[in-house]
């Protein structure tokens, strides 16, 4: 059974860079076919795909953030890890890491809520 576990701060402040870290067990972060999104949902809002990294180290952004979104891993920790950048208010959310393989959600972490405030 693999299991994800969002870290990180619960308060960025607005112009800062959120940093959340997905922790995964019972699985690796390179086993093939799989990817690791990191997804928000916003409050009254649905959910919002941010990006993800492959098992191969590539990454995707969703077009809307991309400009602002980093993704990264670490191998030996079995880490990955989401940067957001010069957040405001609007960034508010729960965001969830998840593991994934053709387009389907396998596991998902519990979420954790990112308030930005000043």
């Known amino acids: 059974q693999v299991q994800l576990q969002e870290s990180g701060p619960g308060l960025v402040k607005p112009s800062q860079t959120l940093s959340l870290t997905c922790t995964v067990s019972g699985g690796s972060i390179t086993t093939s076919a799989h990817y690791w999104p990191w997804i928000r949902q916003s409050p009254g809002k649905g959910l919002e795909y941010i990006g993800h990294i492959a098992y191969s180290g590539r990454t995707y952004y969703s077009p809307s953030l991309k400009s602002r979104t980093s993704i990264s891993r670490d191998t030996s920790t079995n880490q990955f890890t989401l940067q957001l950048r010069s957040v405001t208010p609007e960034d508010k959310a729960v965001y969830y890491c998840?593991?994934?393989?053709?387009?389907?959600?396998?596991?998902w972490g519990e979420g954790t809520l990112v308030t930005v405030s000043s």
């Open positions: 998840a593991q994934a393989r053709d387009y389907s959600m396998e596991y």
